[in-house]
């Protein structure tokens, strides 16, 4: 199964012009803010805009899940430590987090739930060896530049590798602006359905079976 093909169904691509929406608001909202309160003046803030883009970003991407914008639900989990709380959106069989990061080649620094999702991928978007059981959902990491917005990619970590990806999608900073289609949305011809359904399927079985739901 490819990946890209998994992630069209799971994010109709007619809805990926609302990421670049949400980030370019949340960027801006973030620097409007630091420019209004000299708290956030101070070198110590500067040096930490990061946490200010990331939390307008979390708003700005629940709000589009609240109002419909994006075709999933979200959740807030903690890290493996208990240094916080993470946006978890919820899709029909799969989730996604974001991560801010310098350079969109390159995965991000290893956390435990990244590494855990890291390893299911090798039976997932490959045939599962006869009798080898299905480890969970597939994860997808929502990219975007860390000072500067020129960048924004969905992807999937490589399963062999710590820095490589298995899939990134285009560049969804450079997607026209559109609105969604209100009408039936387009059938990919191209993407194995019976290859779709199965690993569907299969996802269903696991959540479940693990109370993931």
């Given amino acids: 199964m490819d990946p890209a093909d998994f992630f069209k169904d799971q994010l109709p691509p007619q809805r990926w012009p609302t990421i670049p929406t949400v980030l370019r608001t949340a960027y801006r909202a973030a620097g409007d803010l630091a420019k209004s309160d000299p708290i956030l003046q101070v070198e110590s803030a500067e040096d930490n805009k990061g946490r200010l883009i990331s939390w307008a970003v979390d708003f700005g991407l629940k709000r589009a899940v609240e109002n419909g914008s994006l075709p ?3 959740r807030w989990r903690k890290f493996a430590k208990p240094t916080g709380r993470y946006l978890e959106l919820r899709f029909s069989h799969s989730t996604a987090s974001v991560s801010q990061v310098d ?4 995965q991000p620094r290893n956390v435990v739930f990244r ?3 890291r390893l299911r991928i090798p039976g997932l978007f490959s045939e599962l060896e006869e009798g080898e059981p299905l ?9 975007h530049g860390h000072q500067e917005l020129n960048f924004a990619h969905f992807g999937v970590p490589s399963a062999t590798s710590k820095t490589k990806w298995a899939w990134l999608s285009r560049n969804l900073m450079n997607l026209p602006h559109e609105m969604p289609s209100e009408g039936p949305e387009a059938e990919d011809t ?3 359905l019976d290859a779709l359904n199965l690993l569907k399927e299969d996802i269903e079985r696991w959540m479940k079976d693990n109370g993931d739901s």
Avoid: I, Q
């Fill in 72 to 74: 999933c639900d979200f």
């Fill in 103 to 106: 350079n969109p080649k390159r």
């Fill in 115 to 117: 590494e855990n999702a």
């Fill in 135 to 143: 480890s969970g959902a597939p994860h997808f990491l929502l990219l």
């Fill in 190 to 192: 191209d993407v194995d």
